[in-house]
C-alpha cells in the first residue's frame, strides 16, 4: 500500500514514518512536510536512503501542490500529523494554528475526495475534550465525551474534528480520527515538557515548572501511538472516533523529579514560574473502545519508557544540541526570560 505520512519530520509524524518502514515491508511511505520550526529532516536520516521511502516538502495548504502530488501518487491512506503543536505557541499565534491545522486538513480532505483515497487518517489529540478536575480520579475522556476547548490550538484541533466528521456525513469520505493523550519518546522538540527537563537538567539550567506543577497529563511512549494509529487505519471502522492512551496519569512535578533523579541531578534546579494562560488541569483518556475493538493495548509501561527516552537524549545529543543552538535561543529567551 501506498501510505501518504504528513508532518512525517516532526516528533510523532517521524517515529510514525519509522514504524511503517520497519513494520510494513510491502508499504510505500510518502512524506509529506513544509519544514516548519519544528520540522526536521535529521529525524528522517535513517530512511532517506530507502527505497520505499519519498520526501516531499510541500505546505498541506497549498491547494496546488498537494492536487499535483495526489494525482502522481496516487496514495491508498493519508495520515496526517502535520500541525502546529505547541500550546503555549498558539497563545502568543493563533494564526498559523488556525490555517494549518484547520485548512490543510480541509485541502487534505479534498484532495482525498478528488483521488478516491481509501482512508484518510486526523491525528487529534484528547485536548479536545478540555480538562477534568484534579478532584475527581473517576472521571476520564471517552469517545462521547463533548468537545470543550481551552486554548487555540485545541480549539484548531477540534475544528478539524468537526470538519472531518462532516467529510463523513456529507461525502461519505472514509475517515477516522484517533485522540491521543500526551506522547513521549525519541525526535520530541526540545520546546515540551519532557525534552524541555531533560536538556535544561543535563546543563544545569533552572527547570521552569507552570503554577504549582500540579496539572496531570496522561502520557504514552510514542510508539504505542504509532501502533494504535497502524491499527486503527488498517481495521478500523470508517466514520470512527478512537481514544488512545495508556492510563498513565502524572502530575507535571513529579515527571521533573524524575528525571531530575534519573539524571543524578539537584532539585534545586526546580524553579515555579508564572502559570500557563487558561492551562489544562488534567488529562485522562479512557482507552476501552480501542482494547475491545481492535485489541489495542500500550506495550512500554512509564518506566521503561523514560529510560529509554532520556537515554535517547544522552546518545543523540547532536540532534538535539542542533536545534537549541538556532532560532530556538530566541523562542526560548521570549518564553521564559522574565517568566
Ligand atoms: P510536531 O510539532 O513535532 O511536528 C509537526 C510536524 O508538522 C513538523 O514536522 C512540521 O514541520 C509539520 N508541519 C507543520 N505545519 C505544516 C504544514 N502547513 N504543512 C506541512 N507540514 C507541516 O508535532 P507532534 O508532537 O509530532 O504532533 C503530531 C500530531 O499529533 C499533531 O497533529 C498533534 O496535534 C497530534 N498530537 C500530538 C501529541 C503529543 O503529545 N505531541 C499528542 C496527541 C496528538
Ligand atoms: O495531550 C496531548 C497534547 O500534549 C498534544 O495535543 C500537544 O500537541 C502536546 O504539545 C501536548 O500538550 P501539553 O500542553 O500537555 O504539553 P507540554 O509538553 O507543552 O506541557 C506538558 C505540561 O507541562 C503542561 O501542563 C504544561 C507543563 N509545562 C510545560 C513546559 C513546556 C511546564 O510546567 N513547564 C514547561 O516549560
Known amino acids: 500500500m501506498k501510505i501518504l505520512v504528513t508532518g512525517g519530520a516532526g516528533f510523532i509524524g517521524g517515529n510514525f514514518v519509522h514504524y511503517l518502514i520497519d513494520r510494513h515491508p510491502e508499504d510505500e511511505v510518502i512524506c509529506v512536510d513544509c519544514l516548519t520550526y519544528a520540522g526536521n529532516m535529521d529525524t528522517l ?34 495520515v496526517n500529523f502535520a500541525a502546529e503543536s505547541h500550546v503555549d505557541r498558539s497563545i502568543e499565534n493563533p494564526g498559523a494554528f488556525l490555517k494549518t491545522n484547520i485548512l490543510g486538513v480541509q485541502v487534505l480532505m479534498d484532495a482525498c475526495r478528488k483521488y478516491g483515497v481509501g482512508r484518510y487518517h486526523q491525528v487529534s489529540t484528547d485536548e479536545v475534550y478540555g480538562d477534568l478536575p484534579l478532584d475527581r480520579p473517576d472521571l476520564m475522556f471517552t469517545e462521547e465525551t463533548p468537545l470543550h476547548t481551552s486554548s487555540p490550538y485545541s480549539a484548531s484541533k477540534a475544528s478539524a474534528d468537526l470538519l472531518v466528521s462532516a467529510y463523513f456525513r456529507t461525502y461519505g469520505l472514509p475517515v477516522t480520527i484517533s485522540r491521543c493523550s500526551n506522547n513521549y519518546g525519541p525526535y520530541h522538540f526540545p520546546e515540551k515538557l519532557i525534552p524541555l527537563m531533560i536538556i535544561n537538567a543535563l546543563h544545569d539550567k533552572p527547570l521552569p515548572v507552570y503554577g504549582k506543577g500540579e496539572n496531570v497529563r496522561d502520557w504514552l511512549y510514542v510508539e504505542d501511538h504509532c501502533s494504535a494509529i497502524d491499527l486503527i487505519i488498517r481495521n478500523g471502522k470508517p466514520g470512527e472516533v478512537y481514544n488512545v492512551g495508556g492510563h498513565n496519569e502524572k502530575k507535571n512535578i513529579d515527571i521533573v523529579k524524575t528525571i531530575v533523579r534519573k539524571l543524578g541531578k539537584s532539585e534545586d534546579l526546580i524553579t515555579y514560574v508564572k502559570d500557563r494562560a487558561g492551562h489544562d488541569l488534567r488529562y485522562a483518556i479512557n482507552p476501552e473502545k480501542i482494547h475491545r475493538e481492535l485489541g489495542w493495548l500500550p506495550a512500554t509501561s512509564f518506566e521503561v519508557g523514560i529510560e529509554k527516552t532520556i537515554r535517547w537524549y544522552l546518545d543523540n545529543k547532536a540532534w538535539w544540541e542542533k536545534i537549541i543552538s538556532g532560532e530556538y535561543r530566541d523562542y526560548y529567551k521570549k518564553m521564559y526570560e522574565n517568566r
Open 45 to 78: 536520516a535513517d530512511v532517506a536512503d530507502n527505497a520505499r521511502f519519498s520526501f516531499h516538502k510541500i505546505d498541506i495548504t497549498d491547494e496546488k501542490a498537494i492536487d499535483a502530488l495526489f494525482s502522481s501518487v496516487k496514495p491508498d491512506i493519508v
